[in-house]
């Protein structure tokens, strides 16, 4: 029978276990960023370290991005479907809104290049904007 949670795993080379399937359909059915203890919750009673680990290992191969939103906790998201292991496709903006605390992926706005003095080398470039989200603004 085909199980869509366990393709999607599957395609990215992750071994469906149950603890992973569980996180990907929360992540699913809850399309923000979400920190290691908003997933603990939504889960319910689980074991901090594994769901740790099930996000690590879906960083990892590109199932989700980390999300450094200023409010001190990693967040985690849903990778586009281009997104490969190691390889980020999805270098978009994130947004905090204010209101309602909740962080989003804006997958269809792109971080743009920054030029920065000669001898500086970037890994990393995340943009982070704060305001009202679409839901909160109207
Ligand atoms: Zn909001
Ligand atoms: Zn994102």
Redesign the pocket.
Known sequence: MAHPLEDTLLARQITPTAMRLLVLDVLQQHPA?HSLADVEQLLGHVDRITVHRTLKTFTDKGLV?R?EDGSGAAKY???APACLPGHHQ?L?V?FFCTHCRET????TVAVPVIALPAAYQVHETSLVMKGRCARCAG
């Open positions: 960023a991005h999300v998201a849903l990778c999805d978009h994130h989003s992926c804006l997958p």
